[in-house]
């Protein structure tokens, strides 16, 4: 079974989404986290949306890897 859940993470320190770079740079170190799919990036909004599947791909493991690549994030 592979429900998937919506999940909208918004940046929230120092560093922002500032350009198309930033945005790509998430979408592909967040989608190589088995189970993520759907990655969106906004640099107007500043939020980072995508599906996990309930039950997998834990939330505090996206976090943490947005932690790495300089992101400060909180639920949407």
Known sequence: ????????LKVV???TI??????NT???????IPGVEQVQADRNSQL??????TGEAEL???KAELET???????A
Do not use: N, Q, W
Not at 1 to 8: A, E, H, L, N
Not at 26 to 32: A, D, E, L, N, Y
Not at 69 to 74: C, F, K, S, T
């Open 1 to 8: 079974m592979s429900d998937k859940r919506d999940v909208t």
């Open 13 to 15: 320190g120092d560093r």
């Open 18 to 23: 500032h350009c198309g770079g930033c945005e």
């Open 26 to 32: 998430i979408k592909v170190s967040i989608s190589r």
């Open 48 to 53: 980072i949306r995508f599906e996990i599947p």
């Open 60 to 62: 505090a493991l996206v």
């Open 69 to 75: 690549i300089g992101y400060e994030v909180e639920l």
